[in-house]
Each structure stands twice: as C-alpha cells, then as structure tokens.
C-alpha cells in the first residue's frame, strides 16, 4: 500500500514556474515507477510525464517536453515535477500516480495509488 499526497501548485502568471512535489508513504515507495497525470475542467485525465523507479529513465507528453523535467529522490520518498514556462493551458488539477510494473505508462488506469491532487492555475 502506497499513499501519496501532492503539494505546490498554485496560481502563476504564463511564463511561469512551479515545483509539484509528491511525497509517498511506505519503504516500498522506491520500487514503483511514478506519473503525473492533469485534469483540465470538463476534460479527461491526461498523462504528463513519468519516471522510473531509479530515476534515471523519463518520459513526457509532447506538449512539456522541454518546459517540465521530472525527478525523484527516493530517500525522501519524494517526486518532483518542475514546470517552466507554463502556459494558461496547462491550468489543470495535478496528480501523482504509482505503478507497480513498467514505467512510461500513459494510461491513468494502469496506475496503481493515486495522490489527491494540487490545483495549478496559469494565468494569461
């Protein structure tokens, strides 16, 4: 049983940065591979970006390549995803996901834990 909670987001003007952080519960944290995930109002969760459990390997949507760099620090139990150069459409309610299993998993479903999400806000 992994339990994740989310913190960091909050209201930025476009240009922007934040730091989402994503701390994890339990000594088998470092095991799962990690997501972000978003959601817009009125629109699906989409993947934003995920990192293997060494923190070596990442993979991001398109559309943050570039902008976002995900990482972890395991012995704090801790994910990290910094936003550069945010954008008004990436205002979304963020979450952290955990999978036991492959990395690189873009499908919300696949996912094994779930934080409760941290509320991004770009302003234009």
């Known amino acids: 049983q992994v339990q994740l909670v989310e913190s960091g987001g909050g209201l930025v003007q476009a240009g922007g940065s934040l730091r989402l952080s994503c701390v994890g519960s339990g000594r088998s944290f470092r095991r799962y591979g990690m997501g972000w995930f978003r959601q817009a109002p009125e629109k699906e969760r989409e993947f934003v970006a995920a990192?293997?459990?060494?923190?070596?390997?990442?993979y991001y949507r398109d559309s943050v390549k570039g902008r976002f760099t995900l990482s972890r620090d395991n012995a704090k139990n801790t994910v990290y995803l910094r936003m550069n150069s945010l954008k008004p459409e990436d205002t979304a309610v963020y979450f952290c996901a955990a999978r036991n299993g492959d990395y690189g998993v873009t499908t919300a479903t696949r996912y094994d834990y779930w934080g409760q999400g941290t509320q991004v806000t770009v302003s234009s």
């Open positions: 990192i293997d459990w060494s923190g070596i390997s990442t």
